[in-house]
């Protein structure tokens, strides 16, 4: 079955550190641009960063310079490290198959002190 499974999230205080993974089953990353995206709260689901299948990379305007989303082919796995966290940072974080309905269940991020 395809299956996206997100882990690494957790409590944070500001100006902390994260690295979240994306771990896939059924398909393989290489074949797909990935993108993770992030809700909070009453907030509309925002996008944080993708990856194309060629290498490079976007990012939101409010994690620019912050965050860093790369891939492993090898262990079909993306990765988001975040640096420099925010207490706006914090959300629920999902990884996705971008132009697709694939998606993680998604991992909780709390950055507060």
């Known amino acids: 079955q395809v299956q996206l499974v997100e882990s690494g999230g957790g409590l944070v205080q500001p100006g902390g550190s994260l690295t979240l993974s994306c771990e896939a089953s059924?398909?393989?990353?290489?074949?797909?641009?990935m993108g993770w995206y992030r809700q909070a709260p009453g907030k509309e689901r925002e996008r944080v960063a993708t990856?194309?299948?060629?290498?490079?990379?976007t990012y939101g305007d409010s994690v620019q310079g912050r965050f860093t989303i790369t891939r492993e082919n090898a262990e079909n796995s993306v990765y988001l490290q975040m640096n420099s966290l925010k207490p706006e940072d914090t959300a629920v974080y999902y990884c996705?198959?971008?132009?697709?309905?694939?998606w993680g269940q998604g991992t909780q991020v709390t950055v507060s002190s």
């Open positions: 990856i194309f299948s060629g290498g490079p990379t």
């Open positions: 996705n198959a971008v132009g697709t309905d694939i």
């Open positions: 059924g398909i393989s990353v290489s074949r797909f641009h």
